[in-house]
């Protein structure tokens, strides 16, 4: 099993771009309306649906607060990387860059473009 995370959004082409600036990943699928984000080997890392697209009432109320009780929530290989990423982009930091001592990992909080959680952390057990 692998999730395969998606996030609604209201300008998915601008997401995409700052999700591959802040992840180092690249275009899966492509598109105004649905894009997905793909490592270099391919895996799906996240996908992005545009609001009010292909009548799906499901997708969540677009006045909502976003994520509210959700994180994405991705463990990456590079964190000096993309802390620094994270600053040349000048993302919202909400904490961070920290060490937890529970999971005794490095992590970074920010909040993307609509308002989403976004924690980048390292294994756990990494330091």
């Known amino acids: ?8 959004v209201n300008d998915v082409p601008a997401s ?6 802040l ?8 598109g105004d309306e ?7 080997d391919g895996t799906l890392i996240l996908q992005l649906h545009q609001w009010d697209v292909h009548e799906h009432p499901f997708l969540g109320d677009p006045e909502a607060l976003k994520g509210n009780g959700a994180l994405l ?17 000048s993302a919202e930091i909400l904490d961070g860059p920290l060490v937890n001592p529970n999971a005794q990992h490095r992590e970074l909080w920010v909040r993307d473009p609509d308002g ?11 330091l």
Request: without cysteine.
């Open 34 to 40: 649905y894009e997905q984000l793909v490592r270099e």
């Open 73 to 89: 929530w991705f463990e990456i290989d590079d964190f000096t990387e993309a802390v620094a990423r994270a600053d040349s982009m």
């Open 16 to 21: 995409s771009r700052w999700y591959q600036s």
């Open 116 to 126: 989403y959680t976004v924690v980048l952390a390292t294994k756990y057990g990494d």
């Open 1 to 8: 099993m692998r999730p395969q995370p998606m996030i609604v």
């Open 23 to 30: 992840l180092n990943v690249k275009i899966g699928h492509g």
